[in-house]
């Protein structure tokens, strides 16, 4: 029986950009001088691509694809997007469908990718969804945020409301050394922000789900 395992290499430098990530969750929250920060207000045009796996409606395995604009309230231009989801399963706590989503950001100057966690129910009832965000490429190099999104009521499956949240970090220097950790470290991160994928029940065991919002009568 194995009685050791292994942390990747840069365990460490990992969970110094966790705390660096904290950080600037609770700078957002509490302090304004993160405005300086922030692109609040923007404007996400969507151009959505939505397959369903065993159609009329919504279901477990159904996919997306999307590419967005992202811009300031004025038109001026932040960020295109490319974007991948997937409905993975039902929640057994409250049936809300649960889907995980990986993107990656162009900016004029770089790239950045997010990943994270979506409450596919939620949103769909205009609740505000959170990805971290990684600089990858670029002037966004060695950049950490947090991606903030909703639909907008008169037109959910088009326009967005968005906000961005980047700046530098020292530690992210040689973390990010392959795709693989970026996964990780987006998984990391994503855990802090990204809605509870399966948390626990009133009765405390795992229930089978309750009817879903996207059930079919």
Not at 133 to 153: D, E, H
Not at 166 to 193: C, F, N, Q, Y
């Amino acid at each position: 029986m194995h009685t050791t395992f292994d942390l990747p290499q840069n365990a460490a430098q990992l969970a110094e950009v966790l705390g660096d990530f904290a950080a600037l969750v609770n700078l957002a929250a509490d302090n304004p001088e993160a405005a300086a920060l922030v692109h609040e207000g923007l404007v996400e045009h969507v151009s959505l691509d939505y397959r369903e796996v065993d159609p009329p409606g919504r279901g477990l395995g159904d996919w997306d694809t999307y590419e967005s604009v992202i811009e300031t309230a004025e038109g001026e231009h932040v960020a295109t997007l490319h974007g991948t989801g997937r409905i993975l399963y039902e929640r057994s706590r409250d049936g809300h469908m649960m889907m995980y989503y990986r993107e990656k950001l162009t900016f004029p100057d770089g790239t950045a990718e997010t990943a994270g966690w979506l409450d596919g129910t939620a949103i769909i009832g205009g609740a505000w969804q959170r990805f971290p965000v990684i600089g990858t490429g670029g002037a966004q190099s060695g950049k950490l945020g947090i991606r903030s999104f909703r639909p907008t009521p008169e037109a959910p499956h088009a326009r967005y409301d968005s906000n961005l949240l980047l700046t530098h970090t020292k530690h992210l220097d040689g973390a990010v050394d392959s795709p693989e950790a970026l996964d990780r470290l987006l998984a990391l991160l994503g855990s802090l922000i990204c809605p509870a994928v399966n948390p626990e029940t009133d009765s405390g065991r795992l229930e089978p789900p309750v009817r879903s919002a996207f059930a079919r009568d």
